[in-house]
């Protein structure tokens, strides 16, 4: 076990002195101080803004909206159940089309060096926060040039008719129609409260793009500083309504490569990694000082069909793909075995999953005869796009595009695996240039719509998120149906029928969904994740050690 000196000298390289403050490391008492309140977290990439209502990258959602704000409701950790949060509660007319939030009182929003609030939360940042996003002659609607994907891709922009403030500290929404995710749909990240008061002072100060670079929330951290691919610093936010935090300060140390961020934390200098490979957490053995937390995750690995381009637009020749490819293969040789072979576009845990549903079994003689019936005897060509980087959901994609280009060979059908930027890979994805491509998602909520509708429906071709491109108009009806409904068992029974209809028309091969892993130092305490992916440091506690002389 590394001594905890040692961990303390660690602290102050990789310039996380400048990142914490301290006047010298050499002062044992300073750093004893810091290392007891200091959590050290090695993340995976550095964000590419710290404005929640703009951003769709998780790293970038760890760095804002998970640290530094609050929404009107969250979800009780390590659930998907929706509690209240700013909101104290709320009501729901009959109609399902007006919910009213009764807003929290005394909630301090932080401060910095150009900002101090004169006023606590209200409805006038409920308001602010979401007219920014839906209103395209909001003042703040174009800063940083960026789009409101989420708040669009969600369909807020045309689902909230109307936002009116009916006192300081009450708002209502009313929809154009019922909507029966609304609740878990105002728990997700995008929906982030910022301070109305902060947006007019920085108009004032003609410096409105600090409003995404030096972010205001309510949250458990403030947000200190940001030294690009290096490190973010937080210090605890001392007026947090739920309570003063018992770290006093975070570090995010950026590492994108996941075989240094293992090695920082072998060697002590991090508390908690992120995302660390299959082989990773195998080869940890009994070593002491670390543990592994882990937690099922609402996620999917797939390979989608571009259904628009021929010959995927039968779904004969996308059954027989389903058949040839050896998904416990994949599973051996890039989870590691530490993932559950995916059967539906939605995960196990999640309700209304259908557990009757006929699998597609490896059966390669079966998906020539597929092939034949639908005129390939001699098979075809295609491009298989996978992305370079790791994901939580696919800790490598090339490998398992070349595991799939293998046993497609057996059916005479010739791959050849493309890859790009993960950008660019996503925005050509999103514009149909693609065959096939190996993707992923991880739920933004807990609700089963959040995946059928967001990956498969007919409007989620619009904006390309539906990578396959499908648009079946019984499906579609479907689970439309499961959104006016709020009886979560009459909404269940639909979506297990849209899950059947979805295995028959096979618009992807589903893979893998994978549990969620972090490896920590043992000192860190009451760290949970979330369901729905991500990293929220709020309730962490650190455990004192005695001093060393």
């Excluded at 909507?179 to 004032?204: D, G, K, N, R």
């Excluded at 092939?371 to 800790?395: C, H, K």
Aim: proline share 5%.
């Amino acid at each position: 076990m590394q001594s905890k000196i040692t961990k303390l000298s660690t602290l102050c390289s990789l310039a996380l002195c400048t990142a914490l403050l301290l006047s010298s490391c050499a002062e044992s008492e300073i750093e004893q101080k810091a290392y007891d309140n200091t959590l050290v977290y090695c993340s995976e990439g550095s964000p590419d803004s710290f404005d929640p209502h703009t951003v769709t990258i998780g790293t970038a959602f760890d760095a804002s909206a998970r640290q530094v704000y609050n929404r009107l409701v969250e979800f009780e950790p390590g659930t998907v159940e929706v509690k209240p949060s700013l909101a104290e509660k709320w009501t729901i007319n009959k109609d399902g089309t007006e919910y009213t939030f009764f807003l929290r009182k005394n909630v301090s929003f932080h401060q910095n060096d150009i900002f101090q609030p004169s006023r606590f939360f209200n409805a006038e940042d409920v308001l602010f926060s979401f007219s920014r996003q839906q209103d395209t002659a909001h003042p703040f609607h174009r800063i940083g040039n960026r789009d409101f994907s989420y708040f669009n891709f969600q369909g807020l922009n045309r689902l909230i008719k109307e936002i009116i403030i009916v006192d300081p500290y009450q708002i209502k929404f009313r929809l154009s129609r019922p909507y029966s995710p609304f609740l878990s749909v105002m728990a997700m990240e995008f929906t982030s409260i910022m301070s109305a008061e902060y947006a007019q002072v920085l108009t004032e100060m003609d410096q409105k793009i600090a409003i995404i670079q030096k972010p205001i929330g309510t949250g458990p951290f403030r947000f200190i500083r940001y030294q690009a691919d290096a490190y973010i610093r937080y210090k605890r936010h001392d007026e947090y309504w739920k309570g003063s935090e018992t770290l006093e300060n975070l570090v995010f140390a950026i590492t994108p490569d996941p075989s240094l961020r293992f090695a920082r934390m072998t060697a002590g200098e991090c508390d908690v990694m992120s995302n660390p490979l299959p082989i990773q957490i195998k080869s940890l053995g009994n070593q002491l000082d670390v543990k592994v937390v882990t937690q099922s995750g609402l996620n999917i690995a797939y390979w989608a069909f571009n259904t628009r381009k021929p010959p995927l637009d039968n779904p004969l020749v996308r059954r027989a793909l389903n058949h040839a490819v050896n998904r416990d293969a994949i599973l051996r040789a890039v989870y590691f075995d530490l993932a559950e072979r995916a059967k539906n576009p939605i995960p196990p845990d999640m309700w209304s999953y259908n557990k009757s549903v006929a699998e597609y079994e490896y059966n390669p003689q079966l998906a020539r005869n597929l092939l034949f019936q639908a005129g390939l005897p001699d098979g075809f060509t295609l491009d298989i796009w996978a992305f370079p980087e790791q994901r939580s959901y696919n800790p490598n994609s090339i490998k398992t595009a070349e595991l799939i280009q293998q046993d497609l060979k057996e059916i005479g059908v010739t791959a050849r695996i493309i890859t790009y930027e993960v950008g660019t890979f996503l925005q050509k994805v999103k514009l149909g240039e693609h065959q096939t491509a190996l993707q992923g998602w991880i739920a933004d909520n807990g609700d089963p719509d959040n995946f059928l509708s967001s990956l498969l429906s007919c409007e989620a071709t619009i904006p390309g998120q539906n990578s396959a491109f499908w648009c079946n108009e019984e499906f579609d009806a479907i689970i439309k149906d499961a959104q006016t409904i709020a009886n979560k068992r009459q909404r269940a029974l639909l979506y297990q029928q849209a899950q059947v209809l979805f295995k028959e028309e096979a618009p992807w091969l589903t893979i893998a969904h994978t549990r969620q892993n972090l490896i920590i130092n043992e000192r860190v305490q009451n760290l949970v994740l979330p369901l729905t992916g991500g990293i929220f440091f709020s309730g962490v506690t650190l455990a004192k050690s005695e001093r060393e002389e």
